[in-house]
Every structure is written in C-alpha cells, then in structure tokens.
C-alpha cells in the first residue's frame, strides 16, 4: 500500500480497490501509478493535488502534467531520476535545507540509527526521535499487555503501577541521551483524570488482567495523559496531543489491510474541560510546554486560542492531517490569532510519511501565511516591518520556541 494515505483514501473513494493499491500484496507499482495518472483529474482543489504537482516540478524537475497518456514515460523517468546521487535522502535533506526533522518512534526502539547519525561525521543534519506511547497507554490497544510486559523487561521494573512509570520514565531518559525533545501522543478524547495512587495501582492491575471495563480503560488512559504530562514537568519533554480521530473507522478495511491505510475519521473533540485536571496541576509550572493539535474546526476560537491566550504552557498546534490545505490554513489563522495571536502556536510543522512532501507543505503554509499577514497590513492591523518578522519567526522562532529546539 502506498504510506500517503491521503492518496490512498482518495482512490478508494473513487471506486479503486484497496487491493489494487497494494504493493506489499504484489500489486505493480507502475500498474498504481497508472491508477493514480487516470484519476488526477478528480483530484483538483484537494492538498494531495497541490503537493503532487508541486513535488513534481519544483523536486523532481517534472513540468509535465501527469496523465494517462504520459504515465508510462514519467514513470520511468522518475524511477531513473530517483537513483541518482542527488535525489538520495542525504543530498535531499541538505537541498531541503531541513533545520530539524524528528521521528516518531517505539518506546523500545533501541534508537541506533539515530545514534548511527549522530556519531557519523559526514553527517551535519539534525535527526530526533520522538517518544510515541501510544501502544503502551491504552488499553484497547492491540497487544497492549504484550507491550507492557515487554517494557517492565527491557526496563527491569516490577508489574506494580509505580514500576511501570518508572520504565516509562527510564526510556523517556533513553530517548532524551539521543536527543528527543518531545513526546507525540494521539488520542481520540484529550480527558485527563487525577487519581490517587491506590486507585492507579487498582486500574493499572485490572488493565493488565484484561478485565477493566471500557470506562475504567478511559479513566486509565486519562490519567496516563496527566501522568505524560507530570514526567514533561520533570524531564523538560514537550507534549504533544494530537487528538480527535477515529482510527481504522472501516472494520473490514482494518481486517483486510491493516491500519493506516486510509480509514481515519475526525470526531467532534472539546479540550478545556477535558484538560482541566493537567493544566490545574502543570499548566503554570515553567518550562511545560504542551502543544495541543486537532482535526475539529470548531475548537479553534472557542477553547484552544483561549486555552494558549492565557497558559504559559499551551501552545496550538499548526492545521493538522485533513486541515493542512490552503483554505483551512486561512481558517485557522482568523480563527486563532485575534485571540492568541501568532506567537503562541507552533508555526508550522509538518507531519508527513512522504519525504519528498516536506518543502511543497511548508511552501504552502508559507504562502497562506504571506497572504494571511498581507490582508492585515493592507486593513492597517500591522505595520509591514512586523509583518515581515512575524513571517521569518513562523518557520524559525516559533517553532523552536515551541518545541525547545
């Protein structure tokens, strides 16, 4: 299966049959992107149109429009393009010019190819890992005793609820030695739950039996996300939440294909209540950063900009997965800034599979930026000379303010 999902569902959606997508299940590449070339079309005024169009021209030298009529001849001009020393991933990340980029990775990744990049000396690039708990928090995640029980081993922590926070802790620290700054978290619902220690110690041992019910699952994870946010206090971690998708939405596509392949949906998703019981124990503690992404439009105005216009903590995330289009940029910004203005958020920050998508993404939220702070100095809301250093601080300062880069 093609790893751009955004692709990928919008294929299927068009009639095109998961199968026929599937390259790990022996379907032919060229026959794909056949597939793709006759579908472009319908495509148009979607990001996938932009980004493709864009990765095409400006990285790969492709001014041709793709069609079904020149499928065939890009394809194998690409595929020669793509073996050439200057299109290796290396030479891209330095035409690029890629400041930081991170990975999401396993708790119990061991991380050496981070440190194999680190110790390289032909190497000058800054390459992270990001600490991604998913698996090990929830408990109605696949294989989730089976990850605990692996963690408690690789950590050796004893089975209590004190011993797993401590190994969380401990490959926190590992990931940290080779240079995390965050931890990336994805929840459907952002609640956060203050327990005392004898109930933890309760849940945590009704979630490994597997005989918690889905509201004690809730509270579990709830109070995993307060836990997270207890060890950024201690660590210096920024958390991250990316919350308000329903994952794998088609049960028969997850049965047949797997995750990630095209069936995540947005749900309707509130914060303020919801991260109440975290903020009123860190959101003013120095140094917490908690930058906090979401897929439902209607909380921007309403609880994040308010939530980032008063906690020193808070940031909003930049639009997100299936608001990360030109269109939605724009709503995003009049929705946020009036309250929170520019400088707390994240600036922009993409979050791709794709590798040849990073400069077309920040392209485009660049030019919606542009547009957006050209408007309020034409309305006479800001000077030019601001403008153009709330433009510079959007791809730089702010972010790595943000993310304590």
């Known amino acids: 299966m093609s790893p751009d999902h955004y692709v990928t569902r919008e294929l299927h959606a068009l009639g095109v049959p998961l199968q026929a997508l599937d390259t790990r299940r022996g379907a032919d590449p ?46 194998d001009v690409l595929s020669a393009r793509l073996r050439e020393p200057e299109y290796r991933p290396r030479a891209l990340f330095e035409r690029f010019d890629i400041s930081v980029l991170a990975t999401t990775d396993d708790p119990l990744d061991p991380l050496n190819a ?40 690789v950590t050796s922590c004893p089975a209590t609820f004190t011993g797993y926070l401590t190994a969380l802790r401990e490959r926190r620290e590992h990931f940290i030695r080779h240079g995390a700054v965050s931890v990336d978290v994805g929840v459907t619902d952002p609640t956060t739950l203050n327990l005392d220690a004898a109930e933890a110690g309760h849940l945590f041992q009704q979630v490994l039996a597997d005989s918690a019910t889905p509201a004690e699952q809730a509270a579990f994870r709830a109070h995993l996300l307060l836990q997270l946010g207890a060890m950024s206090v201690e660590d210096g971690l920024v958390l991250t939440v990316h919350a ?40 003013l503690e120095p140094g917490f950063h908690l930058v906090l992404f979401t897929v439902d439009e209607t909380t921007y105005s309403r609880e994040l ?11 909003v995330g930049a639009p997100w997965w299936f608001l990360d289009a030109p269109d939605a940029i724009l709503r995003w910004r009049e929705a946020i800034t009036e309250t929170a ?10 979050d791709t599979r794709a590798f040849l998508s990073i400069p077309v993404r920040h392209d485009v939220a660049r030019r919606t930026d542009a547009a957006f702070l050209a408007r309020y100095v034409q309305q006479g809301r800001i000077s030019l000379a601001t403008a153009e250093r709330i433009a510079a601080d959007l791809v730089d300062t702010i972010p790595r303010t943000a993310f304590k880069l």
Do not use: C, M
């Open 244 to 283: 308000g998708v329903y994952r794998n939405h088609s049960t028969l596509t997850y049965e047949r294909f797997g995750p990630d392949t095209g069936h995540d949906i947005p749900v309707r998703t509130s914060f303020t209540r919801e991260l109440k019981p975290l903020l009123d124990r860190f959101g």
């Open 341 to 350: 203005g520019f400088y707390r958020t994240s600036g922009f920050v993409d």
């Open 305 to 315: 900009a308010p939530l980032a216009g008063f906690y020193p903590s808070v940031y």
């Open 114 to 153: 981070h440190r194999a990049l680190r110790e390289d000396p032909s190497f000058g690039g800054r390459v992270v890992p990001t600490f991604r708990p998913d698996a090990y928090i929830d408990p109605a995640a696949p294989s989730f005793r089976d990850n605990v029980e692996r963690l408690l081993a």
């Open 30 to 75: 060229r026959e794909v992107w056949r597939i793709l070339a006759e579908q472009t079309h319908a495509f148009a005024g979607t990001a996938s149109s932009y980004w493709l169009r864009d990765e095409l021209a400006t990285v790969l030298g492709i001014e041709e429009e793709l069609t079904a009529a020149n499928a065939d001849e890009l394809f």
